[in-house]
DNA sequence: ACATACAGCC
DNA sequence: AATAAGCTGTATGT
């Protein structure tokens, strides 16, 4: 309600000026005047070197300003803020004190406009800051009006473990993060990409060429006569110029890529306004724009430099740090409080009000939440005001969107020395200090992580090694190839980006960050040396590990300064697995003769209670369980199986052939991995072995995963063939059973269509029944549709349909099948005398009753039947029994004599019918109802009631009609015979008939 | 550094 | 024939 309009007015406002301004505001950039620019930058630079200070600025004035805020505004006093429950309460509830609350706010999102700094700056605290003090601030009223949210989160201790205890990230996200990791830095990769592309646009390279001042241009100009030392110099004091003169340049207005974090799973979806700040999309086209305006985030900024370089003539790379979601990071709440911050006030805050709080508190580190909430009122004020946009505002929204550490930067190639210049023309301004764009492994809005560059051929290639000072140690720890297969799936994606012919340079700059990998110092502390590519402490083994010739290379202080405890400290490349001589054997190596296991795998327990009877045996039974020897790879062969001889196949002492990887194959011999591959071999009277490939555990027991068999290798394709031919005859016994199942259901349909007849024939309360006459309609209406749409359909054709139909009248199911279904024969079938229905049936009876189109069953031999109701089971619960158990035995519904009265309406009808149709049907039914086949099964229900049996079939129709009374209308569809059970009775049938 | 929880393996 | 398991290691949180 309010809280929405508010919103919305936000939204607007915000929106449009933020375009509209920052377009503008570039076209006024370029007549702006250098001293602005100037100032700027020098703000921008003590921002950059103080912007810590700044950080902690806030908090102390935020206090300040929520108590004073908090005395101003109208806020309720509303008891202790407590835990989530609390603060969740109250966006909801339309309980006066939030109204006020609501009012408030509502009223300083509409203050935009002229509202002061420091009210956003209040806002802004309130959304975003996290942790105790807000647990301060809850406790007073206002507080808690604001921020509800995020007091009441920290606040509850109780809570707060709670949380951190339920969530155990499973195995399953875990996985998912990973793909999403590896999805994030194709996205981000391609992005790039993309963007490097634009800065070979010559339109942009012309238009920034005319920026760099002739002079400079000359001094750029490689000057044989100088030495490599003097032109590297100069080259450089060159870049430098170009960096100022840049960095004067370029407006900072947007906020550039940082590195994202993965939200609560039950936070709410952020608001399009937390990413206002952000660069509007852009195509090739709003790039061109930019390098007229000359204002973006330092990204665009880097990108432009990039282009306006090689508009130059520098050979320039766009490097960007890729700041993708981390696949490993740990769980929600360990994090650092700033994610959980995000979320909660996301989650909490019903009005949007903190929205900017969040995004600013998301920036916290790099930006001041303050700077930002500024910048923001100063781009609706610039909207409005647009003088103060070319006075001092601009260099403030510089400040807010400046970013200590780059995300882009560019590398130019410097040719005297042959090496590659990194120049971050916004966030360091520096030129030639690599080591200086790495941001603190504390930093949560960019990590470098993966720095990719980007070439002007378009390939790109991985440079982190150069800007990560422990490449090994750490960043290495989150990138995807610390993951399994992560290293395959990095080079896979990079090679894509691989120059086709490596250069010189190439191989110098590989060089040099191998160099520097190298490097790279031993690790100070134990943790860095978990999972280091190159050294290892004893205590990181995993188990089924050893450190084989242990070779110390160093050591490591564990421990405390002053109590030092020097651990050796060992090389990756000596850590070996080991595994069982059962293992290796599963894994297709034998352990070589003579070969003494590395390590011994832990005692089994089994039975230490009985440990502590009789110590000395368990002791000798320890010492020789222990001795469960580990061998390592190097101390196994490939395990070469005993042949095939004269076509006989070795087996293991359960008959069966090892065939745990393909190896295990015996010479001679050849695995026939099928199903029937056994069958065949021993139709053929070949020799073979069942192959076990693997176990499968099912509680204790491993059962053994049989996968075809290995038979002589002479044999394997008279097995093979003969497989085939199986293969052949399975499909050939399904189509069959298909065919079959196709009959049966047909026959059940027309036995429906005929009961219906008959039902409708009947009469009921005192008035008789429509009747009709099913085939004649049935066969009108098939002829209709024959004629008028297509000989396709649902019916082949004519005489198809009416095969079943004439078939119907026969006894036997079975004879249809063998006799080759319905297909056969004349077209007469489907005449009026031979439907299912006699021709001198009796119970065609009455004029045709007019067709029932209300329910239609979009086919016209259904819709042109009128159905009752179906037959609702009013009688008792005994009177259905469970299964007809042993007389239905003899035959599905078509029991005996004695049943066939039965109640069953349905029942009776198939025994009317059939003793219509032909007087032998019954002694055939007798025959084929064992067997399960005929529309028999069909009337299972019908069956069940043995009790009802009835001689006459005038019972049937009380009990129907009576039925039909109380049956509701939209039964009607129903076709009476359908019966849910009916199907799982098929599966005899279909196994008799195969 | 210790304890708890979760997941994989047999 | 029906039913059902535990242990250990690793990782996370305090």
């Given amino acids: 309600m309010a809280g929405a309009r508010g919103r919305a007015r936000k939204t607007a406002a915000a929106v449009t000026p933020r375009r509209s301004t920052r377009r503008g505001g570039a076209l006024q950039a370029d007549d702006g005047v250098p001293a602005v620019f100037q100032e700027m930058l020098r703000e921008e630079q003590a921002a950059h070197v103080s912007s810590t200070d700044e950080e902690e600025r806030p908090p102390k004035k935020r206090k300040t300003v929520s108590s004073h805020k908090a005395s101003s505004t109208v806020m309720p006093p509303s008891p202790a803020p407590h835990p989530t429950e609390h603060s969740r309460e109250l966006p909801s509830p339309a309980t006066p004190q939030v109204k006020a609350g609501r009012m408030l706010q509502t009223i300083e999102d509409s203050d935009e406009s002229d509202g002061s700094d420091e009210e956003w700056e209040d806002a802004l605290v309130d959304g975003g800051d996290s942790d105790e003090e807000d647990e301060v601030e809850l406790v007073t009223p206002q507080v808690a009006d604001i921020s509800i949210t995020i007091g009441g989160k920290k606040s509850d201790e109780q809570m707060t473990k709670r949380r951190v205890r339920r969530r155990a990230i499973t195995s399953v996200d875990k996985k998912k993060r990973l793909e999403i990791h590896k999805l994030h830095v194709l996205c981000l990769l391609y992005h790039v990409h993309r963007r490097n592309a634009w800065c070979n646009d010559l339109r942009v390279q012309t238009a920034l060429r005319k920026l760099v001042p002739p002079k400079t241009l000359l001094n750029l100009v490689p000057n044989p006569d100088l030495t490599q030392y003097s032109a590297s110099k100069r080259f450089v004091d060159g870049m430098n110029e170009l960096k100022v003169l840049w960095s004067k340049r370029f407006k900072l207005t947007a906020q550039g890529m940082y590195k994202p974090k993965w939200a609560d799973a039950d936070a709410d979806i952020r608001p399009v306004s937390d990413f206002y700040d952000l660069d509007d999309p852009m195509d090739k086209d709003d790039f061109r724009r930019t390098a007229h305006t000359l204002q973006g985030s330092q990204d665009v900024g880097t990108q432009l430099f990039c282009a306006l370089l090689r508009g130059i003539g520098i050979e320039a790379r766009l490097v960007c740090s890729l700041q993708p979601l981390p696949f490993a990071s740990s769980a929600q709440p360990s994090t650092p409080q700033k994610p959980s911050m995000q979320q909660n006030t996301i989650v909490v805050d019903p009005y949007n009000n903190n929205i900017h709080g969040v995004a600013s508190s998301k920036s916290t580190s790099g930006t001041s939440s303050r700077s930002k909430k500024l910048s923001r009122m100063e781009r609706i004020m610039g909207e409005r005001h647009t003088v103060l946009n070319k006075t001092g505002v601009a260099p403030r929204k510089q400040k807010a969107y400046h970013a200590p550490y780059p995300v882009?930067?560019?590398?130019?190639?410097?040719?005297?020395?042959?090496?590659?210049?990194?120049?971050?023309?916004?966030?360091?301004?520096?030129?030639?200090?690599?080591?200086?764009?790495?941001?603190?492994?504390?930093?949560?809005?960019?990590?470098?992580?993966?720095?990719?560059?980007?070439?002007?051929?378009?390939?790109?290639?991985?440079?982190?090694?150069?800007?990560?000072?422990?490449?090994?140690?750490?960043?290495?720890?989150?990138?995807?190839?610390?993951?399994?297969?992560?290293?395959?799936?990095?080079?896979?994606?990079?090679?894509?980006?691989?120059?086709?012919?490596?250069?010189?340079?190439?191989?110098?700059?590989?060089?040099?960050?191998?160099?520097?990998?190298?490097?790279?110092?031993?690790?100070?502390?134990?943790?860095?040396?978990?999972?280091?590519?190159?050294?290892?402490?004893?205590?990181?083994?995993?188990?089924?590990?050893?450190?084989?010739?242990?070779?110390?290379?160093?050591?490591?202080?564990?421990?405390?300064?002053?109590?030092?405890?020097?651990?050796?400290?060992?090389?990756?490349?000596?850590?070996?697995?080991?595994?069982?001589?059962?293992?290796?054997?599963?894994?297709?190596?034998?352990?070589?003769?003579?070969?003494?296991?590395?390590?011994?795998?832990?005692?089994?327990?089994?039975?230490?209670?009985?440990?502590?009877?009789?110590?000395?045996?368990?002791?000798?039974?320890?010492?020789?369980?222990?001795?469960?020897?580990?061998?390592?790879?190097?101390?196994?062969?490939?395990?070469?199986?005993?042949?095939?001889?004269?076509?006989?196949?070795?087996?293991?002492?359960?008959?069966?052939?090892?065939?745990?990887?393909?190896?295990?194959?015996?010479?001679?011999?050849?695995?026939?991995?099928?199903?029937?591959?056994?069958?065949?071999?021993?139709?053929?009277?070949?020799?073979?072995?069942?192959?076990?490939?693997?176990?499968?555990?099912?509680?204790?027991?491993?059962?053994?995963?049989?996968?075809?068999?290995?038979?002589?290798?002479?044999?394997?394709?008279?097995?093979?063939?003969?497989?085939?031919?199986?293969?052949?005859?399975?499909?050939?016994?399904?189509?069959?059973?298909?065919?079959?199942?196709?009959?049966?259901?047909?026959?059940?349909?027309?036995?429906?269509?005929?009961?219906?007849?008959?039902?409708?024939?009947?009469?009921?309360?005192?008035?008789?029944?429509?009747?009709?006459?099913?085939?004649?309609?049935?066969?009108?209406?098939?002829?209709?549709?024959?004629?008028?749409?297509?000989?396709?359909?649902?019916?082949?054709?004519?005489?198809?349909?009416?095969?079943?139909?004439?078939?119907?009248?026969?006894?036997?199911?079975?004879?249809?099948?063998?006799?080759?279904?319905?297909?056969?024969?004349?077209?007469?079938?489907?005449?009026?005398?031979?439907?299912?229905?006699?021709?001198?049936?009796?119970?065609?009876?009455?004029?045709?009753?007019?067709?029932?189109?209300?329910?239609?069953?979009?086919?016209?031999?259904?819709?042109?039947?009128?159905?009752?109701?179906?037959?609702?089971?009013?009688?008792?619960?005994?009177?259905?029994?469970?299964?007809?158990?042993?007389?239905?035995?003899?035959?599905?519904?078509?029991?005996?004599?004695?049943?066939?009265?039965?109640?069953?309406?349905?029942?009776?009808?198939?025994?009317?019918?059939?003793?219509?149709?032909?007087?032998?049907?019954?002694?055939?039914?007798?025959?084929?109802?064992?067997?399960?086949?005929?529309?028999?099964?069909?009337?299972?229900?019908?069956?069940?009631?043995?009790?009802?049996?009835?001689?006459?079939?005038?019972?049937?129709?009380?009990?129907?009609?009576?039925?039909?009374?109380?049956?509701?209308?939209?039964?009607?569809?129903?076709?009476?015979?359908?019966?849910?059970?009916?199907?799982?009775?098929?599966?005899?049938?279909?196994?008799?008939?195969?």
């Avoid at 978990?530 to 590990?545: A, F, M």
């Avoid at 060992?570 to 590395?598: C, F």
């Fill in 408 to 994: 882009y930067w560019v590398e130019v190639f410097n040719t005297a020395h042959q090496k590659w210049v990194a120049i971050d023309t916004h966030s360091t301004f520096t030129v030639n200090s690599p080591e200086k764009l790495e941001p603190p492994l504390s930093h949560s809005q960019n990590s470098l992580t993966y720095a990719i560059a980007f070439e002007e051929d378009y390939t790109a290639k991985d440079v982190t090694r150069r800007y990560a000072k422990a490449y090994n140690a750490k960043t290495r720890k989150f990138r995807v190839e610390c993951t399994p297969q992560g290293g395959e799936w990095w080079q896979r994606t990079m090679k894509f980006f691989g120059r086709a012919m490596a250069l010189d340079r190439d191989q110098v700059e590989d060089a040099a960050l191998a160099r520097k990998e190298a490097s790279e110092g031993v690790p100070k502390n134990v943790q860095d040396f978990k999972d280091h590519p190159v050294y290892v402490l004893e205590r990181h083994l995993k188990h089924n590990e050893v450190i084989h010739p242990m070779d110390p290379v160093g050591k490591v202080n564990v421990g405390t300064g002053m109590n030092p405890k020097l651990e050796p400290i060992y090389r990756r490349t000596n850590v070996h697995i080991v595994r069982s001589a059962d293992k290796w054997y599963r894994m297709g190596q034998d352990v070589k003769d003579g070969e003494q296991p590395l390590k011994h795998a832990k005692a089994k327990k089994g039975r230490r209670l009985s440990i502590d009877l009789n110590t000395d045996i368990d002791v000798d039974d320890q010492q020789e369980e222990i001795g469960a020897g580990l061998y390592a790879k190097f101390q196994t062969n490939l395990y070469v199986p005993p042949p095939v001889i004269r076509g006989r196949v070795p087996r293991n002492a359960y008959g069966n052939l090892d065939l745990y990887v393909p190896s295990m194959c015996p010479p001679g011999g050849t695995h026939v991995r099928h199903k029937l591959a056994s069958k065949a071999a021993r139709l053929i009277g070949v020799d073979y072995a069942d192959a076990v490939t693997g176990f499968s555990f099912k509680g204790r027991h491993g059962t053994a995963i049989v996968q075809g068999v290995v038979v002589a290798s002479e044999y394997a394709d008279a097995v093979q063939q003969v497989i085939d031919s199986m293969i052949f005859e399975q499909e050939e016994a399904a189509n069959a059973a298909r065919s079959r199942e196709s009959l049966r259901l047909w026959r059940r349909f027309f036995l429906g269509l005929r009961i219906a007849q008959r039902v409708n024939a009947m009469e009921i309360d005192g008035e008789k029944g429509p009747a009709m006459d099913v085939q004649r309609e049935i066969d009108r209406e098939d002829k209709h549709i024959v004629e008028k749409e297509m000989a396709g359909g649902f019916f082949p054709d004519e005489a198809d349909f009416a095969e079943p139909v004439r078939r119907g009248n026969e006894p036997l199911p079975q004879q249809d099948l063998s006799g080759g279904g319905f297909i056969p024969d004349d077209e007469q079938g489907h005449n009026e005398g031979g439907g299912f229905l006699p021709d001198d049936d009796d119970e065609v009876v009455g004029p045709p009753i007019s067709l029932n189109r209300e329910h239609s069953f979009e086919s016209s031999i259904l819709d042109s039947q009128q159905l009752r109701p179906r037959r609702k089971s009013t009688f008792p619960d005994d009177f259905i029994l469970e299964e007809d158990d042993d007389e239905d035995e003899g035959g599905g519904f078509v029991h005996d004599d004695d049943h066939n009265d039965a109640g069953l309406l349905e029942a009776g009808c198939e025994k009317e019918e059939m003793d219509v149709d032909r007087s032998e049907e019954k002694d055939e039914k007798h025959v084929d109802s064992p067997e399960g086949q005929g529309g028999g099964f069909l009337f299972q229900d019908e069956i069940k009631q043995p009790e009802h049996k009835q001689s006459h079939p005038e019972h049937e129709d009380a009990a129907m009609s009576s039925d039909r009374e109380e049956s509701e209308p939209s039964d009607t569809g129903s076709l009476p015979l359908e019966d849910p059970e009916d199907e799982d009775a098929d599966p005899d049938w279909l196994v008799d008939a195969t």
